[in-house]
């Protein structure tokens, strides 16, 4: 059973990126994914979530609209476009499963994730 959090790099400010979540193992079809970041000496944040179905996703208020998340049953995968990247974005993002069936209408919580995936850096900067 694996997660492989893929796609990080180094970006100019309003650049873009596409990380992928990658599982093996087990089917994400049967699990909510979240993409969760954590920059040094601050806390863990959940950016953006999307449930089974993908009909239900959040993101935080710093990300909306820059971001985008979305899921490719096919390839088992669920991607984060980053867009208008900002020196703030910078960060570790590590992707996690949620085994519940869940609706995210205001949160997203590290909690709430039974497996996570090693992280990718991603570094915005001129």
């Known amino acids: 059973v694996q997660l492989q959090a893929s796609g990080g790099g180094l970006v100019q400010p309003g650049g873009s990126l596409r990380l992928s979540c990658a599982a093996s193992?087990?089917?994400?079809?049967?699990?909510?994914i979240g993409w969760f970041r954590q920059a040094p000496g601050k806390e863990r944040e959940g950016v953006s979530c999307?449930?089974?179905?993908?009909?239900?996703?959040y993101y935080a208020d710093s990300v909306n609209g820059r971001f985008t998340i979305s899921r490719d049953k096919a390839k088992n995968t669920v991607y984060l476009q980053m867009n208008n990247l900002k020196p703030e974005d910078m960060a570790t993002y590590y992707c996690?499963?949620?085994?519940?069936?869940?609706?995210?209408?205001?949160?997203?919580?590290?909690?709430?994730?039974?497996?996570w995936g090693k992280g990718t850096l991603v570094t915005v900067s001129s």
């Open positions: 996690a499963r949620d085994p519940r069936s869940r609706y995210y209408g205001s949160s997203c919580l590290y909690q709430d994730m039974d497996f």
């Open positions: 193992g087990f089917s994400l079809d049967y699990y909510g």
């Open positions: 999307i449930s089974r179905s993908g009909g239900s996703t």
